[in-house]
């Protein structure tokens, strides 16, 4: 038989490319980038609605934000925590002021910021509420994203997250997410968590009940557990507020930020929360390299400052409901499945054709959007995206589900 030997080895192609394929991304390559658009190598021009996964919410290259990291590109870039510098000190201060805490630890990426709360509240169980040594536990929710370390995957309910990278850390009970009465029966005197997401982001904006959040601080209070909340995606702006806890009105003992926090320009996250809490870490117990560096301090306390003014969580509440009543028409049209809004931030399930196959499809209409969990497309624009910006969104939207 001519043609293929089957018992012939077949030479193994290796993948004409140096980068390991842990993305598959729009084949969109961009070269420049500003407020809410981005260009690609053939010049088309885009509407940037992933933003960063909300990193970007200022926008590419706020002008403020530019400036401040130039300014210190120019005078300090790096000192390590061995050394002291200016700006630590007034970066801890504003970004404490604004979100009404006491305390702040500066970290790089997001999943640092939670590695840094599970450290603190393990810690603080064991030296102030008494848990026997090695037994502590923190209450997650089913369908959470907190990360990418092999702790954090730990806890995910997310096949693709989580198989292959055991062993699994211990320590964590994971229930059900929107559900209090799970919280309450997880909870017991080795338990010196509960730690959810005020908004489930890459769950596809999911937004719990409105007795949620105020349910769980009570039930963290009354159990002498700590409520962390994990708000590197929906705090900074993003929900119409400076965190999305503050429109449930509740105060977490710790906060976890990120993302928007290095306003768009390098990574930089931090825990806020009570003094007593992270005073627990001490010289020695936890730190990084990078962490609280004089330019994540510089860009952090020119996102501070934009914040304070309170323009940009208005501008997120004023054109809500664009967003919401443009999504809810393409529901009702039968078009796309549940909406999920809050703010400048949309989650729809789409029927008719795969999340993929959508976000595609927008892309040809100069819209940037990413499917997220299989068929959500989720929505979430630098904040200083225009009304009229908006209708084009919702205008690719509706051609690319139709
Ligand atoms: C993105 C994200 C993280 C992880 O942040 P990295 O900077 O990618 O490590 C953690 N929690 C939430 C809610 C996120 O959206």
Request: charged share 20%; proline share 5%.
């Amino acid at each position: 038989m001519d043609g293929i030997d089957p018992t012939q080895e077949v030479p193994v192609t290796v993948p004409v490319t140096a980068l390991a394929a842990n993305y598959a991304p729009l084949p969109i390559e961009i070269t420049a980038a500003e407020g809410c658009w981005v260009t690609d190598t053939a010049g088309r021009r885009y509407l940037d609605c992933l933003a960063g996964y909300s990193a970007l919410n200022f926008g590419h290259r706020h002008p403020d934000l530019i400036a401040a990291a130039h300014r210190q590109l120019d005078r300090l870039t790096l000192t390590s925590r061995a050394l002291q510098h200016d700006l630590l000190e007034p970066f801890a201060e504003a970004i404490t002021v604004l979100t009404h805490t006491e305390m702040f630890l500066p970290m790089n990426t997001g999943a640092e910021a939670v590695e840094t709360a599970i450290k603190a509240a393990r810690k603080w169980g064991y030296e102030v509420k008494g848990v026997p040594a090695d037994q502590a536990t923190i209450v997650v929710a089913a369908g959470a994203f907190h990360g990418r370390t092999t702790t954090i995957v730990s806890m995910s309910t997310d096949p693709e997250a989580r198989t292959g990278f055991g062993p699994y850390a211990p320590g964590f009970r994971v229930v059900p997410y929107d559900d209090a009465a799970a919280v309450a029966e997880a909870i017991d005197d080795t338990t010196v968590a509960v730690l959810v997401e005020p908004v489930q982001g890459e769950s596809g904006v999911i937004i719990p009940s409105t007795g949620y959040l105020p349910e769980l601080r009570r039930l963290c209070t009354q159990a002498g557990a700590l409520l962390l909340l994990d708000e590197i995606q929906s705090g900074l702006g993003r929900t119409g507020a400076t965190l999305a806890q503050d429109l449930a009105g509740v105060e977490a003992d710790l906060t976890m930020l990120g993302k928007a926090l290095g306003g768009g320009i390098l990574p930089s996250s931090g825990v806020i929360g009570r003094a007593d809490v992270l005073g627990v870490l001490t010289p020695g117990t936890h730190g990084s390299t990078f962490g609280g560096n004089p330019m994540a301090c510089a860009v952090g306390l020119a996102v501070t400052e934009l914040l304070a003014t309170g323009e940009y969580q208005e501008r997120a509440r004023t054109l809500h409901p664009i967003l919401a009543g443009r999504a809810g028409e393409l529901a009702e049209a039968g078009l796309v499945g549940e909406v999920r809004c809050l703010g400048l931030w949309l989650g729809v399930d789409v029927a008719h054709r795969s999340g993929r196959e959508v976000s595609e499809r927008m892309a040809t209409h100069g819209v940037i959007a990413k499917e997220t969990h299989g068929n959500t497309i989720r929505l979430a624009p630098p904040l200083t995206i225009t009304e009229a910006e908006l209708h084009q969104v919702m205008d690719a939207l509706a051609q690319a589900v139709r």
